[in-house]
């Protein structure tokens, strides 16, 4: 099952929609790497904020897209076609300070979780943890819980035509889930129903 995802583009709205009408079925980093909405220019952004069949990746680290323009991106996608990444690199639970190699780039991790190319002090990636992203669509951007939740579940299970056994809870599915406590910390992992902590 190949699936068509555009981002990191210049693509006009026009030429995204031509992709979408022809087999382009999500988004790669909803706002990052893609000329900003204009209200004459709307671009790729126009297209995930409008077409609500294509699928949408976003980063929800709140510092890739301000909580307003993750609130503003699951308003318009609805509770089925937006999907939470984390954009997380290799030094996930790295320190702030910490500095590594990636890629021939000096990239160093910033307080608040983000990473940074050194040269350029430009984003270079995330720490962010799917927990934590779900803590920041829920209670800073201030997404619907549902939305929230699919978006980490049974939207990318869908997108990537595995939701026949992924993404839900039930009778026919593997058993991989996450139980998170009310703070949203992990609290146990299973994979394929066994327990991973």
């Known amino acids: 099952n190949i699936v068509v995802s555009i981002g990191h583009s210049a693509s006009t709205y026009e030429d995204a929609i031509f992709a979408f009408e022809h087999g382009a079925s999500s988004q790669t980093h909803v706002y990052n790497g893609m000329t900003p909405f204009n209200h004459r220019k709307n671009g790729l952004v126009g297209v995930a904020l409008r077409v609500k069949g294509m699928y949408g990746e976003i980063i929800c680290d709140g510092n890739h897209s301000t909580t307003t323009a993750l609130y503003n991106f699951f308003n318009a996608k609805g509770s089925d076609y937006g999907i939470m990444i984390t954009d997380a690199l290799m030094a996930k639970g790295y320190k702030p300070g910490s ?55 049974i939207n990318p299970a869908k997108c990537l035509g595995v939701d026949k056994r992924k993404g839900r809870i039930g009778v026919g599915y593997d058993s991989d889930l996450v139980i998170l406590n009310s703070d949203y910390s992990v609290h146990q992992t299973y994979c394929l129903g066994k327990a991973m902590l």
Do not use: Q, W
């Not at 500095?99 to 608040?112: P, R």
């Open 99 to 153: 500095k590594f190699m990636f890629g021939g780039n000096e990239i160093e991790i910033y307080e608040d979780g983000s990473a940074h190319l050194v040269e350029t002090k430009g984003l270079a990636g995330s720490t962010l943890k799917m927990n934590d992203g779900l803590r920041i669509l829920v209670e800073e951007a201030m997404v619907p819980f549902n939305y929230a939740v699919n978006s980490c579940t």
